[in-house]
């Protein structure tokens, strides 16, 4: 089983966006095993609950993705510390700035990792991240060559990203770009990067990744989003790119999401691909993302 990739962008309902966004206008907002990154990219690009102040925040999901298998069980929490306009962001506003430790773990019994990050956000809709994920994988990737690349192992992953999120109206689009480099605790054999399907150097490698989508709410509870996720390995040339048009439902505390398109790596050929996603939110994050 690979890993998918979680799918975040926006987290909070309807907050107003300044003049030169668009006055008075309102935005809203997979890991093979299913990934933190993909994961979170699904659930904030499609969240729109309560909206939320700082202090704690938690959510709960299952994500999965037919091609190349995988699914995951995951939890993600922090704490949103505000650095400025604490006015702004009581009445929903965008002109605010935010601190915020979190975490995130996953499982798919045979796949493991935690993570640990940091979000400094100037502005409430652009900022950074920088944290460190480790992983334990002890079966092979399905739709991967194992035969010929290290996937039963010890990872590790340090990244930085940057986040952007812009909106009008209904319409709402986001991006986020990650640099991370990565490890195995075997060096004599390439492995496998599960979230993209990319070989990387066993001795040690960087990948980038490119998340951008644009989307729309179509009624209050009711979202459609395309996501396109493009990635690239740097000592061993070779990209990969997935297209999905997804379909979000929320009700209450709960989302659900459902997508298709295709998946295309130098692992994994191309072929059509489907998402599935269930996420319960009791606690909403600072911020957007």
């Given at each position: 089983m690979s890993k998918p990739h979680t799918y975040q962008f926006f987290h909070n309902p309807r907050p107003t966006w300044p003049s030169f966004l668009g006055h008075g206008k309102n935005i809203f907002m997979f890991r093979t095993p299913f990934s933190p990154l993909l994961w979170a990219l699904l659930v904030s690009a499609?969240?729109?609950g309560d909206f939320?102040?700082?202090?704690?925040?938690?959510?709960?999901n299952v994500t999965a993705r037919a091609y190349p298998i995988g699914g995951t069980l995951n939890f993600e929490g922090g704490y949103g510390f505000p650095t400025w306009g604490a006015d702004s962001l009581e009445?929903?506003?965008?002109?605010?700035?935010?601190?915020?430790?979190?975490?995130?773990?996953?499982?798919?019994?045979?796949?493991?990792?935690?993570?640990?990050?940091?979000?400094?956000?100037?502005?409430?809709?652009?900022?950074?991240?920088?944290?460190k994920e480790w992983i334990t994988n002890t079966k092979e990737y399905k739709d991967y060559d194992c035969d010929r690349l290290n996937c039963e192992d010890d990872f590790q992953k340090q990244y930085i990203e940057g986040?952007?999120?812009?909106?009008?109206?209904?319409?709402?689009?986001?991006?986020?770009?990650?640099?991370?480099?990565?490890?195995?605790?075997?060096?004599?054999?390439?492995?496998?990067?599960?979230?993209?399907?990319?070989?990387?150097?066993?001795?040690?490698?960087?990948?980038?990744?490119?998340?951008?989508?644009?989307?729309?709410?179509?009624?209050?509870d009711w979202s459609v989003l395309f996501l396109n996720v493009y990635g690239q390995m740097d000592?061993?040339?070779?990209?990969?790119?997935?297209?999905?048009?997804?379909?979000?439902?929320?009700r209450g505390e709960y989302q659900i999401m459902l997508g298709v398109g295709e998946f295309n790596s130098p692992l994994a050929p191309r072929e059509v691909t489907a998402?599935?996603?269930?996420?319960?939110?009791?606690?909403?994050?600072?911020?957007?993302f």
């Open positions: 499609f969240s729109w939320a102040f700082a202090g704690y925040d938690f959510e709960a009445s929903k506003g965008v002109f605010y700035g935010y601190l915020r430790p979190g975490y995130q773990a996953s499982t798919a019994i045979s796949y493991n990792s935690g993570e640990i990050y940091f979000d400094v956000f100037p502005i409430s809709f652009f900022g950074l991240r920088v944290g986040r952007l999120a812009l909106g009008y109206g209904k319409a709402f689009f986001a991006t986020r770009f990650r640099q991370t480099d990565l490890s195995a605790a075997t060096e004599t054999q390439n492995f496998a990067e599960e979230v993209m399907g990319l070989e990387a150097r066993g001795i040690g490698d960087r990948v980038e990744i490119l998340t951008s989508a644009l989307g729309y709410k179509i009624y209050e000592k061993i040339k070779g990209f990969s790119r997935m297209n999905t048009l997804n379909v979000s439902h929320r998402l599935f996603q269930l996420s319960w939110t009791p606690y909403h994050r600072i911020g957007f």
